[in-house]
């Protein structure tokens, strides 16, 4: 019989040592990769980041022309009533374009005065008439009234217009570009924080647009989702987990719970687009429409999160519990539940993330549309941040660039708020066996 004993004194010292040495410099080399693509994915991310904050922090801050106001007792309330309607219903337009004129008293001609309009907002004679209806002691006085200027004044504020190029290639005029010079002058022009970014609903003037609205109907739309989804998929994951038995029915189940977390979500934008909108007839652009299709489409995901959860929980938990007499619900709702909530509460909260930067599926339910109004309940019309940075970025005004970039800020925030706070839960109920 032949002796297949493997003698180790037969292998050479210096073969071993150039075996060793070459299993090391390829370890050395697959940890090297690994960290070059960290570093490339962080370089990414900063460079996606830095030009987003490049692009939009200048939107956080307006252009503002301080203007000399007559709050004439005559113009406002000559009864001196002091009714808010009859203030509200003054001709502010006029009061505001008469002290712009007291400023440039020599232009003239409705061409030149339209120009000189334009240096301003639009929406200064709502400025004026709220500040009055607010304070109506200012009436009978004159102030001086921090008003927005218009967007195409704001961009040259920001330095987003170059004055050296020709008339006819730039949106400010010579002569609005020396009436601007006069105001900067004078001291008149300043750019304070832009608190109407963050207190007005969308609008046609970039420098009046804001996304309050896209905020609340962002808020409605999660909140219908939470409800929804909450439940249905902690039930979900508990049956199937816990309850179900293992046949063919159940894996058909299993089956189709993991494709749908694969589905694309414009499908389920298309499946809301004909059940909820054409068959049962339910409002377009409102946050219940959109939280129904953002559950179906994150309830998938919620339920392979909980069922996760529910197996880190350990079989000794279940059978000390079944050993003292618990029933089988006692078990699953006083001691597999508890212990697997974190779990569920943390794939909850990445699911609600996903749902807030969703934009095909609201698009097929109509959430697309121009809303200018705050939204009251969920079956007010509104739209999303997503869907409000959408509309932006098709915008062809070069001010609405810098919102837009700002608006993904606040999305962004949101997002990151939300995976800190699953971060968090996370840490705080963990239990380690």
Do not use: C
């Not at 694309?264 to 059940?275: T, Y």
């Not at 059978?319 to 597999?336: D, K, N, P, T, W």
């Not at 810098?402 to 962004?412: K, Q």
Request: positive net charge; without cysteine.
């Amino acid at each position: 019989m032949t002796d297949t004993t493997f003698d180790i004194s037969q292998v050479k010292p210096d073969l071993s040592a150039k075996r060793i040495a070459k299993r090391y410099a390829s370890e050395r080399r697959f940890k090297l990769y690994g960290q070059v693509a960290i570093l490339i994915a962080l370089a990414m991310l900063a460079l996606l980041m830095g030009t987003i904050i490049a692009k939009g922090y200048t939107a956080f801050t307006q252009t503002h022309i301080a203007v000399d106001v007559n709050l004439s007792k005559e113009s406002i309330d000559p009864n001196g009533t002091g009714d808010p309607a009859v203030i509200g219903a003054a001709n502010y337009r006029g009061i505001s374009r008469s002290a712009i004129r007291q400023f440039f008293p020599e232009v003239s001609g409705r061409r030149d005065l339209r120009a000189l309009y334009q240096v301003f907002s639009n929406g200064i004679s709502f400025e004026i008439r709220d500040l009055v209806l607010k304070n109506p002691e200012l009436i009978g006085t004159t102030q001086r009234i921090e008003l927005r200027s218009s967007a195409d004044i704001d961009m040259l504020t920001k330095g987003f217009i170059d004055r050296s190029q020709k008339q006819e290639n730039r949106r400010v005029t010579d002569k609005q570009l020396a009436w601007y010079d006069k105001l900067v002058a004078d001291g008149r022009v300043s750019r304070p924080f832009n608190t109407t970014f963050f207190s007005n609903a969308d609008s046609r003037e970039p420098e009046q647009a804001g996304v309050l609205g896209a905020v609340i109907g962002s808020g409605l739309t999660l909140l219908v989702t939470l409800v929804l989804v909450f439940p249905i998929g902690v039930m979900s994951a508990i049956y199937l987990e816990e309850l179900a038995p293992k046949n063919r029915w159940t894996d058909i189940i299993e089956v189709n719970i993991n494709n749908l977390a694969a589905v694309p979500s414009i499908v389920f934008g298309l499946l809301g687009l004909a059940v909820l909108l054409n068959f049962l007839e339910l409002p377009r652009s409102v946050p219940l429409v959109g939280g129904i299709v953002l559950a179906l489409m994150t309830l998938p995901t919620i339920i392979i999160a909980g069922r996760s959860a529910i197996l880190a929980v350990p079989p000794s938990i279940r059978e000390a519990a079944l050993g003292v007499g618990a029933s089988r619900m006692q078990v699953i709702f006083h001691h597999v539940l508890p212990l697997a909530m974190p779990g569920m509460m943390t794939g909850t909260i990445i699911g609600m993330a996903r749902a807030l930067g969703e934009t095909a599926p609201l698009l097929m339910i109509g959430m697309v549309a121009f809303v200018a109004t705050l939204p009251q309940g969920i079956n007010d019309a509104s739209t999303v941040l997503p869907v409000q940075i959408f509309l932006w970025a098709d915008a062809p005004e070069r001010a609405f660039v810098e919102r837009t970039s700002a608006a993904t800020m606040v999305l962004l925030a949101f997002l990151i708020l939300m995976n800190l706070t699953a971060i968090m839960l996370r840490k705080k109920f963990e239990r380690r066996w």
